[in-house]
């Protein structure tokens, strides 16, 4: 019989009021893909800090090889062959790529080989298809970004256990088989891959075995063979949820926002976005594709005013509203939600009722310097309760909430405002199927309403869901654009790798 690479027995995590983990057993065999499936809050990133040596279990042992091993930190971790991709990334900001990669090498030497350390991190990034800069520094890269040097990290320390948390997140269709076919070959040469995605379609082509966690316990496992995602979602979330949403026809509005040629200068001062051109109108959604850091963010930033382009115009309802700041244009009806929930979003240590009067303290929430905290309480309580955030209090630091709440109240706050223009990056990057249909339906009620949306997102299933025209960024420029009903996933995905029928160029 064969010893699995890692046996958790008996796992129990407590914290202050919580249980985590409550007696969870998983084994991690050599040769096999693990998809570890759950809800946000369901224990499963606890469970895996446990393994990675982040916490210590309040009950319970861990074996490698059969043998018992405590891990007192992720050095010790490391060092047995575990590596992971976190949700939340855990990178230093002001480092190079090259050098947070060096910062978790427990077997180097006192003197660091630099150059050597960059070219088996360009050739990790070439073999992989996850290209990156070794010497950027990570402040200057976008959360898909981020997420690729955590995958080449683990890779870099050759893994013997790799768990990765949704990794494919930042990938187009191709370097998505690319990335199965890897962690195939990863698994054929002995390792155990565990594999956590909320994308059942993911699961059922790549899983070996499937366990799923609610409420910190296992609700249910399953073999390869007995793969059912109807019985997935109900182990998941414990009921049927409806994510065939009803296709409506844009509105036939006036335009709401329209770009010319605009162009910009990203954070490193290379060209980020290039003469991007299109319109959008009211009670329709525009879905971006594309990459994580081909210019998304930047456009994004661009039409809030909170980057200057330096061509091009931006014309908003009819007027020039190109390079005004953020409050003109918040005052004009442009809302935004960032790709970073917490930090250009959220303030995190905030709670909910300062968060809710960020953008609008100096309005109906203010009289003269004054806060006006009974009218912002009552705002706060209005989104609370129409937008189902489950929280412990409005008035605990938003920190402290799930991820799929996060969202729910920085589009609330948004949506609150009664925009006549909503621009939304990557809204359900992390998010469980629970989470993922009420964002969704939030998004659907506001095109109801008339609102012109552009979303930003990784996930091709969600646009075709979604949007009503799609257009394809790659390298800062628009490639093409579609009818959401003429969409081609292999055209599509090529796009996103910047290969066209007219050599490269964008529309």
Same mark, same amino acid.
């Given at each position: 019989?064969v010893?699995p690479?890692?046996s958790m ?5 407590k ?5 985590a ?11 096999e893909?693990?998809a ?5 809050g369901?224990?499963k990133?606890?469970l895996?800090s446990?393994?990675t040596?982040?916490?210590?279990p309040?009950?319970?042992k861990?074996?490698?090889d059969?043998?018992e091993?405590?891990f007192?930190?992720?050095a ?5 062959g575990?590596?992971?991709?976190h949700?939340?990334f855990?990178?230093i900001?002001?480092? *190079? ?8 090498d427990?077997?180097g030497?006192?003197? &660091?080989?630099?150059?050597? &350390?960059?070219?088996d ?9 996850l ?5 950027? /520094?990570?402040?200057q890269l976008g959360?898909?970004e981020?997420?690729?040097?955590e995958?080449?990290r ?6 013997r256990v &790799?768990?990765?948390?949704?990794? *494919?997140a930042?990938?187009?269709?191709q370097? *998505? ?6 962690l195939?070959k990863?698994?054929?040469?002995g390792?155990?891959?565990v /594999?956590?995605?909320h994308?059942?379609n993911?699961?059922?082509?790549l899983?070996?075995?499937i ?11 399953m073999? +390869?063979?007995?793969?059912? %995602?109807?019985?997935l979602i =109900?182990?998941?979330?414990g009921?049927?949820?409806?994510t ?6 844009a509105g036939?509005g006036d335009?709401v926002? +329209?770009?010319?040629?605009i162009?910009?200068?990203?954070d490193?001062?290379t060209?980020?976005l290039d ?5 959008i %109108?009211?009670?329709e959604i525009y879905?971006?594709?594309g ?9 994004a930033e661009?039409i809030a ?8 115009k931006m014309y908003?309802?009819? =007027? ?5 700041p953020?409050r003109a244009?918040i005052?004009a009806g ?7 929930r917490?930090g ?9 009722v300062?968060?809710i009067i960020l ?7 203010a009289e003269?310097?004054r806060i006006?905290? =009974?009218a912002?309480?009552s705002?706060?309580?209005h989104i ?6 489950k929280?412990g209090s409005i008035?605990?630091p ?9 969202q729910?109240?920085?589009?609330g ?5 009664k925009?006549q223009?909503?621009?939304v990056?990557y809204?359900?990057r992390g ?9 969704h339906?939030?998004? &659907?009620?506001?095109k ?5 949306i552009l979303l ?6 969600e646009l075709?869901a979604?949007?009503d025209?799609v ?5 800062g420029?628009?490639m ?13 995905g090529?796009l996103?790798a910047?290969v066209t029928?007219?050599g490269?160029?964008?529309?």
């Amino acid at each position: 019989m064969v010893t699995p690479l890692i046996s958790m027995l008996g796992i129990t995590k407590k914290f202050p009021g919580v249980i985590a983990n409550n007696k969870i057993d998983l084994e991690l065999y050599p040769g096999e893909v693990h998809a570890l499936l759950g809800e946000n809050g369901s224990g499963k990133s606890t469970l895996m800090s446990i393994l990675t040596g982040l916490y210590q279990p309040t009950e319970g042992k861990i074996l490698v090889d059969g043998k018992e091993t405590q891990f007192s930190s992720p050095a010790d971790a490391i060092s047995s062959g575990i590596g992971m991709v976190h949700q939340h990334f855990k990178l230093i900001e002001s480092f *190079t790529v090259a050098e947070n990669i060096a910062l978790s090498d427990t077997h180097g030497s006192f003197k &660091l080989d630099m150059a050597q &350390l960059e070219a088996d991190i360009e050739e990790l990034s070439s073999y992989y298809g996850l290209k990156i800069d070794p010497h950027a /520094f990570v402040w200057q890269l976008g959360v898909g970004e981020k997420q690729r040097v955590e995958i080449l990290r683990m890779l870099y320390h050759k893994s013997r256990v &790799l768990i990765l948390d949704e990794p *494919t997140a930042v990938l187009t269709p191709q370097e *998505t088989r690319e990335l199965f076919a890897n962690l195939r070959k990863m698994a054929d040469n002995g390792c155990a891959v565990v /594999f956590i995605s909320h994308k059942l379609n993911e699961v059922e082509e790549l899983a070996d075995r499937i366990t799923v966690l609610r409420g910190g316990v296992v609700s249910g496992r399953m073999e +390869k063979s007995e793969i059912n %995602r109807g019985a997935l979602i =109900q182990m998941m979330v414990g009921r049927e949820l409806n994510t065939n949403y009803p296709h409506k026809p844009a509105g036939s509005g006036d335009v709401v926002l +329209k770009l010319e040629k605009i162009s910009a200068l990203g954070d490193m001062h290379t060209l980020a976005l290039d003469n991007v051109s299109f319109e959008i %109108r009211a009670g329709e959604i525009y879905g971006i594709a594309g990459v994580s850091g081909n210019g998304q963010r930047e456009l994004a930033e661009v039409i809030a005013g909170m980057r200057l382009s330096m061509g091009g115009k931006m014309y908003y309802r009819g =007027q020039d509203f190109t390079n005004k700041p953020p409050r003109a244009k918040i005052e004009a009806g442009i809302s935004y939600v960032p790709e970073d929930r917490l930090g250009t979003g959220l303030a995190p240590n905030l709670n909910s009722v300062e968060n809710i009067i960020l953008k609008e303290y100096n309005g109906r929430f203010a009289e003269g310097w004054r806060i006006k905290w =009974q009218a912002a309480v009552s705002a706060a309580k209005h989104i609370v309760e129409e937008f189902d955030i489950k929280q412990g209090s409005i008035y605990q630091p938003v920190k402290m909430m799930s991820g799929g709440n996060i969202q729910k109240l920085l589009l609330g706050r948004e949506i609150a405002a009664k925009p006549q223009l909503m621009v939304v990056l990557y809204p359900v990057r992390g998010l469980d199927i629970g989470a993922i249909e009420a964002v969704h339906k939030l998004l &659907l009620k506001l095109k109801e309403e008339n609102t012109a949306i552009l979303l930003v997102s990784e996930e091709l299933e969600e646009l075709a869901a979604l949007a009503d025209r799609v257009g394809v960024m790659f390298a800062g420029k628009l490639m093409d654009e579609f009818a959401v009903q003429d969409m081609d996933i292999e055209k599509i995905g090529a796009l996103m790798a910047g290969v066209t029928d007219n050599g490269g160029e964008g529309k």
